[in-house]
């Protein structure tokens, strides 16, 4: 019997580009009959549901991709923990008076680990960077080690971007957590071309390295990175320079 698979997408930022590519994954897995199921259980700045923004929100784009239709149900499935302030989930929950302990966020996301039947593969989408708080007493690398899940990183394109991402995989790494790829959103108005982005990752971090567009197509090769063993040395998507 196949197994299923759970990946968690992580960011070597904020505001980089990670929702493109969980959308961009989540399409290239229907596409190809995979059975996915798409979650971001942490999201702020998202409009209420009956805001016309909402329809821009990083949930909306994620059900979108999973062809599901926006409703109550369909978003408190993908998005349990939404928050207005476009802050740190912690700071947003502290506006609103709420607040949010890991081991609840934790506990929701290994449910859904355990309910993703097999042969299925479970996509969960981080919050802003790998050490960006999500309570006020964990970040989302605690998060991430808590459910024991390999990692997909998402890095942008600006300057900036390479040390960023390579501070992330080392990070990673040193907390002994599967780096599966990298990948590299382009960013607005980036002085630098994503293939030399991409390169800089894949030359100096030794891990596959791929380029999805916003709002673009996943590349060939990405999705079977999931399911592969550790990604410890440039693969297909992406080697270094010769």
């Known amino acids: 019997m196949s197994r ?44 209420a549901l009956d805001h016309p923004d909402f329809a821009a929100s990083d949930t909306a784009r994620l059900l979108a991709a999973q062809g599901l239709a926006v409703t109550p149900a369909t978003v408190a499935a993908c998005s349990p923990w939404r928050f207005a ?11 609103e008076g709420r607040a949010l302990a890991l081991a609840d966020l934790v506990g929701w996301c290994r449910d859904a680990i355990r309910a993703t039947p ?17 309570t006020p007493e964990a970040t989302g690398l605690d998060w991430l080690k808590a459910l024991d899940l390999p990692a997909l990183l ?32 382009e960013s607005p108005d980036a002085p630098t071309p994503p293939d030399f982005v991409a390169g800089a990752i894949a030359r100096h971090g030794a891990v596959a390295t791929h380029i ?19 990604a410890t040395a440039p693969g297909p998507g992406r080697a270094p320079p010769g």
Not at 85 to 95: E, G, I, M, T
């Open 212 to 230: 999805v567009p916003r709002d673009g197509a996943c590349p060939d090769g990405l999705a079977d990175l999931i399911g592969a063993p550790d």
């Open 85 to 95: 302030a476009p802050l740190s989930p912690d700071l947003a929950a502290a506006r």
């Open 118 to 134: 097999p042969g299925g593969t479970l996509l969960i989408e981080g919050v802003g960077g790998l050490m960006s708080p999500v």
């Open 154 to 185: 998402v890095s942008g394109s600006y300057l900036g971007a390479i040390s960023h991402a390579l501070t992330a995989i080392e990070t990673l790494r040193a907390h002994g957590v599967p780096l599966r790829a990298a990948v590299v959103c």
């Open 4 to 47: 299923s698979r759970a990946v968690f997408i992580a960011g070597a930022g904020t505001e980089i580009g990670k929702t493109y590519v969980t959308a961009a994954l989540t399409r290239r897995l229907r596409e190809a009959g995979c059975p996915v199921r798409t979650l971001k259980p942490l999201a702020s700045g998202v409009p």
